[in-house]
């Protein structure tokens, strides 16, 4: 009885090391595969056509416009830092006043390609993705 319950033991520290190794092979983010033009096209049911351009520097910058139905509403710049697949973006300059919580946040990367970059909204929690355009 006793050599079926260290048998067991061992079984379950096995498979907790190996759910713990599991967890910490997280997304492997650089800098360099951030840096381009993104983009993002929404057909929202009630404002229209919502177009999300957004240029991420290799000098830690980023440049931002938002337009709904080709009419240009928001503008804004900042800083990011990367850290892991979590990335935290820093609102410096805007057209639009934003709150004090509204200046910086933290969202993390899913995926980044050549051709996408898949993110979790840290504030809204939703699954975004742009597209590279350049």
Same mark, same amino acid.
């Given at each position: %009885?006793?050599? #079926? !319950?260290? *048998?067991?033991?061992?079984? %379950?520290?096995?498979?907790? %090391? =190996?759910?713990? =190794?599991?967890?910490?092979?997280?997304?492997?983010?650089?800098?360099?595969?951030?840096?381009? $033009?993104?983009? =993002?096209?929404?057909?929202?049911?009630?404002?229209?056509?919502?177009?999300?351009?957004? %240029?991420?520097?290799?000098?830690?910058?980023?440049?931002? *416009?938002?337009?709904? /139905?080709?009419?240009?509403?928001? +503008?804004? *710049?900042?800083?990011? #830092?990367?850290?892991? /697949?979590?990335?935290?973006?820093?609102?410096? $300059? *805007?057209?639009?006043?934003?709150?004090?919580?509204? #200046?910086?946040?933290?969202?993390?990367?899913?995926? &980044? !390609?050549?051709? &996408?970059?898949?993110?979790?909204?840290?504030?809204?929690?939703?699954? +975004?993705?742009?597209?590279?355009? #350049?």
């Amino acid at each position: %009885m006793q050599h #079926k !319950t260290l *048998s067991i033991f061992f079984l %379950m520290v096995i498979l907790c %090391m =190996a759910y713990r =190794a599991a967890l910490s092979d997280t997304v492997v983010i650089t800098p360099e595969t951030l840096v381009g $033009k993104w983009q =993002a096209t929404e057909n929202h049911p009630e404002r229209g056509i919502i177009d999300t351009v957004f %240029m991420i520097n290799a000098d830690t910058t980023f440049s931002g *416009s938002l337009s709904i /139905n080709n009419e240009p509403v928001w +503008n804004y *710049s900042g800083t990011w #830092k990367l850290e892991g /697949n979590r990335i935290t973006w820093e609102y410096l $300059k *805007s057209n639009l006043v934003l709150l004090q919580e509204d #200046k910086a946040e933290t969202d993390e990367i899913l995926s &980044a !390609t050549d051709e &996408a970059l898949t993110y979790r909204s840290g504030r809204r929690g939703t699954v +975004n993705t742009l597209h590279r355009i #350049k």
